[in-house]
């Protein structure tokens, strides 16, 4: 059952909280252990809220617009007293003692979260294998991965754990996992959505955004998470987002641009069936009335190079904090500093190691300027490039993902390998823009293609409009 | 680099995490071409302001809570191994 539809019929009392989260709870126990969505199930918890919402349903009161609706929350966001690990053996056993904000807002709204979903360890990945928990598997096939790195926000949502999902994005790990799962996820403006309570990876790229089955569900969760936040000082002062009512506006008369350079004709590596729901893609908005043409962003191609010096030199600094003093296990040693390296040493997984190195390499005197100067700088080249086209279009579309969901085991032992999944997505976290991935078809292989649609700084009601467009068209969101 | 990270590596995983990590820098070699001089820097998407509120103290966290986190704690206060000196 969608969100919109559990919240409306448990607000009228036709069901109740607990019955809905009672049947989520079966279906977990039944696919879970094949998927591995979750580090944690707060099913007991979730009963207890549910039995709340319906009391409160009994006594008269009007509840939020999520009254009633499981949620899984990606475990790198903060739940007061609940384990929040980031899939980190640095982090196992730590109880936050705060909700995120996203977290108080989804309370506030009456949602029910069900579980803390897996990741790979502090979002650093593209298929949730870099979990120290793990691998999460994808619900349409076991053997694949499910992307990364919310990629157990994806799958929950995939396999029916939840109709919604929390996730969070720094170079697309919201979109590439739901375009791998089939799924709607949107990464929203930079500032649209608090960060307050999301373990930070890299400061300037990261946003909070949900997962649904549904586009109208995907944009009901995102109205209930964004508006602004004195806690975050990069919180954009504006209202919570109101989406739904324009949600069936369509795109007549919209300027849709293709990004060459993302869609076959500057990257290689995106594959024939990608590209080919991308021109089914581009029909459809047509035929809705929109106006599609090619649309070029030069430097978009240099997203992904600039992204792996800018993303690891901040999270060089943020990951600084884990040392094994203040929270987390502790790996005890004669001395303090001893105590730190040896803690990080035994806490940290090979990626998020690769990854500190890389940074604290890019930021060192002698290959700053370089590398972390040169990047900052393209980063502003991508954003003028972004600014010239959207002179000539409202929004723009792209392929997700470059390929549909992959072995298990396929990418781990190549680092870059695995990086280029994100080359799609990398650019709209560097320019702060609103982006989402809509599930669009499948590939020859059976598994789900996700088309990408891109817009300018505040735009989120016209990409929904399009997405919409798209998933009346696509098979899509019907259950 | 893992000294400055706070990271001990084996010699196999410095071989490994080596090569690795020169694929990496290789990739962002592109950049290289680009004669990006005239082009200031961004650090963030949106300009960055420093943002200020009334001096208006709000509840802060319970320090209980706090603590029950941290791997030892002592009188109220994060224990730590001696900082100076060898250890005795």
Avoid at chain 1, 41 to 69: H, N, R, W, Y
Avoid at chain 1, 401 to 408: I, W
Avoid at chain 2, 82 to 88: F, H, V, Y
Wanted: proline fraction near 6%; charge should be negative; hydrophobic fraction near 40%.
């Amino acid at each position: 059952m969608k969100a919109i539809e559990i919240a409306e019929k448990v607000s009228s009392g036709e069901i109740s909280a607990r019955s809905v989260v009672e049947q989520h709870i079966e279906i977990i126990n039944d696919i879970e252990p094949d998927v591995n969505a979750f580090n944690l199930v707060t099913a007991e918890k979730a009963l207890i809220d549910a039995d709340e919402i319906d009391s409160k349903i009994a006594s008269g009161e009007t509840l939020g617009p999520l009254a009633g609706v499981p949620i899984s929350v990606k475990d790198n966001l903060c739940t007061r007293g609940v384990e929040t690990t980031c899939s980190s053996k640095i982090l196992e056993g730590w109880k936050p003692p705060y909700d995120a904000t996203v977290i108080e807002k989804l309370k506030e709204a009456g949602a029910i979260i069900i579980g803390k979903t897996n990741l790979d360890e502090f979002a650093m990945g593209s298929s949730t294998e870099n979990s120290a928990f793990g691998p999460t598997r994808n619900p349409h096939n076991l053997e694949r991965v499910p992307g990364g790195s919310s990629g157990g926000s994806a799958a929950a949502v995939a396999a029916g754990f939840s109709p919604l999902a929390l996730g969070s994005d720094t170079g697309g790990s919201i979109r590439q996992p739901a375009a791998l799962c089939g799924v709607v996820g949107v990464k929203p403006t930079y500032g649209r959505v608090s960060r307050y309570g999301l373990v930070a990876f890299a400061s300037s790229l990261d946003q909070v955004g949900p997962f649904a089955n549904t586009v109208s569900d995907a944009a009901l969760a995102l109205e209930v998470i964004s508006g602004h936040d004195p806690r975050d000082s990069t919180s954009i002062p504006e209202k919570p987002l109101d989406i739904s009512g324009v949600l069936d506006d369509g795109v007549r008369g919209m300027r849709i641009g293709v990004i060459e350079e993302l869609s076959g004709k500057g990257l290689g590596g995106i594959s024939q069936d990608v590209l080919s729901r991308v021109e089914e893609a581009i029909k459809v908005l047509s035929n809705a009335g929109a106006d599609v043409e090619s649309a070029s962003v030069p430097a978009s191609v240099y997203g992904l190079s600039a992204y792996y010096v800018i993303a690891p030199a901040e999270a060089s600094s943020n990951l600084a904090r884990y040392d094994g003093i203040r929270f987390g296990p502790r790996t005890e040693a004669a001395t303090t500093a001893e105590t730190m390296t040896a803690t990080r040493t035994k806490g940290f997984g090979d990626e998020v190691k690769r990854r500190i190195m890389l940074g604290t390499y890019a930021l060192s005197a002698g290959y700053y300027d370089a590398y972390y100067g040169k990047s900052q700088r393209v980063r502003t080249l991508i954003m003028n490039d972004f600014a010239k086209a959207y002179e000539k279009f409202d929004i723009l579309i792209s392929p997700t993902a470059p390929t549909t969901a992959f072995p298990l085991g396929d990418k781990t032992a190549d680092p870059m390998q695995m990086y280029l999944q994100d080359v799609c997505t990398i650019p709209s976290n560097l320019a702060g823009h609103p982006a989402m991935s809509v599930p669009f078809g499948s590939g020859a292989d059976g598994m789900p293609v996700g088309i990408q649609i891109l817009a300018p700084a505040m735009a989120e009601r016209e990409m929904f409009q399009a997405a919409k467009i798209l998933e009346s068209e696509s098979g899509n969101g019907i259950e | 680099m893992a000294r400055l990270a706070q990271l001990e590596l084996g010699e196999d995983e410095l071989d490994a995490f080596t090569s690795q990590l020169a694929a990496v820098l290789d990739h962002a070699a592109d950049l290289e071409a680009l004669n990006v001089d005239d082009i200031e820097p961004s650090t963030h998407p949106f300009p960055l302001k420093n943002v200020l509120r009334i001096d208006d103290p709000g509840e802060g966290f319970n320090i209980e809570e706090v603590l029950e986190g941290a791997p030892k704690v002592e009188e109220r206060q994060f224990r730590v191994p001696p900082i100076l000196g060898d250890a005795s």
